[in-house]
């Protein structure tokens, strides 16, 4: 009969990488709870981020790898810590994540949207900020333009919430259908006030929604607060990617590290004959992730449901968790969240 020991079981464990982050278990700190009971091993893996895109592959890997040195079972619990770089980008806000886009219209909105309430589904802390001050749609497709921002004693704005994600948007700021007429100074003070006078609380990821472009409210972000990465949201056609290198090189210039490209309306099947039409090409996101030597997230098809579930305020994530674009944007999330680990590991002291 083999004899398992906490040692031995640690001992394996520190030969199982994350096959993301490349390290072992161990040295990652990622093993919080080893216990032993005669051949039955319980293991409890911390992961860095609830949304892990590769749970199964660690799971895989740390069962055969404790069944190695003789266990006769082996339970695998997993948790979740979303660590910072060094620190973290405001109080209690783990990282902050911009979404641009260099045109209009891309779907920037959508996929900014759906991927706050696929990690919040993951089990992570989200929100998300319309930094889209004259074009609001968030609390559109968050179905809520109703409810007004209220504050606290201390003035310090309330976010509001909607399937799992706190947000704040300009919508329920500003009474529906009047315009804000804002010079640049006033744009900077509402960003600043949403982004550090908010009471966001214990925040994992503040998802920030950038209006379309290469404008002011990038510059005011992207000196106001310590930003995690920017992604990028184009369709395959070659005007929005002239567009999106555009934005990438404004991120490159305020030294924003750039996370991925996502590539929206990629395809479309019709759904009566299962034909596939790439109807604004295909392939130009990755092709322009390439060049640029940046990680491509994945892509979403064009899609019906996706589109009437933004315009009536439940986002597809939520309303068709089994359409394609769903599932798309739900892997996407994974990605995103795999690659804010590995960047964030890169800059963290080892343990
Ligand atoms: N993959 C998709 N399939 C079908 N419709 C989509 C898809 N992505 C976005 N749309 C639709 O396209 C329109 C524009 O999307 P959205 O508002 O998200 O774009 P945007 O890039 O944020 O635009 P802007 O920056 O100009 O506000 C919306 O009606 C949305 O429902």
Redesign the pocket.
């Known amino acids: 009969m083999p004899v398992v020991t906490e040692d031995i079981v640690l001992k394996a464990l520190s030969l199982v990488n994350d096959p993301e982050l490349h390290q072992d278990l161990v040295s990652l700190g990622m093993v919080e709870r080893v216990a032993v009971s005669g051949t039955q091993v319980h293991v409890k893996i911390n992961l860095t981020t609830p949304a892990c895109p590769l749970k199964g592959v660690i799971e895989a890997d740390v069962r055969r790898a404790i069944e190695t040195v003789g266990a006769s079972s082996v339970n695998v619990e997993f948790g979740a810590t979303v660590r910072a770089s060094n620190k973290p980008a405001l109080p209690g806000i783990q990282h902050v994540i911009l979404v641009g886009?260099g045109k209009?219209?891309?779907?920037?909105?959508?996929?900014s949207t759906n991927l706050a309430i696929a990690l919040a589904q993951s089990g992570a802390q989200v929100g998300l900020m319309d930094a889209?001050i004259y074009?609001p749609?968030i609390a559109h497709?968050l179905g809520n333009t109703e409810d007004r921002i209220k504050a606290n004693q201390n003035k310090q704005m309330l976010p509001l919430e909607r399937f799992g994600v706190k947000f704040l948007s300009m919508a329920n700021l500003v009474p529906a259908g009047q315009a804000l007429v804002w010079r640049g100074p006033m744009l900077h003070g509402a960003i600043q006030q949403f982004l550090k006078e908010a009471l966001w609380g214990e925040l994992d990821y503040l998802i920030i929604?950038l209006?379309?472009g290469t404008g002011d409210v990038q510059l005011s972000l992207a000196q106001s607060v310590s930003i995690t990465g920017a992604v990028i949201?184009t369709t395959p056609q070659d005007v929005a990617l002239i567009d999106a290198a555009r934005a990438m090189d404004m991120f490159k210039k305020s030294s924003i590290p750039m996370l991925g490209v996502i590539e929206?309306?990629s395809y479309f099947i019709a759904p009566d004959t299962g034909t596939r039409y790439d109807i604004f090409g295909h392939g130009g996101g990755k092709r322009k992730a390439e060049q640029m030597s940046l990680h491509f997230l994945g892509e979403?098809?064009?899609?019906?449901p996706?589109?009437e579930a933004?315009?009536q305020g439940t986002p597809v994530v939520i309303s068709h968790p089994e359409s394609t674009?769903a599932q798309a944007l739900v892997k996407i999330s994974q990605n995103l969240a795999g690659r804010i680990s590995v960047q964030s590991l890169q800059s963290l002291p080892m343990l």
């Not at 209009?104 to 996929?111: L, T």
């Not at 979403?300 to 019906?304: A, E, K, R, S, T």
């Open positions: 886009s209009g219209g891309v779907g920037k909105s959508s996929v889209d074009g749609s497709m929604d209006p379309p949201v929206n309306m979403v098809p064009l899609d019906m996706l589109r933004s315009d674009s």
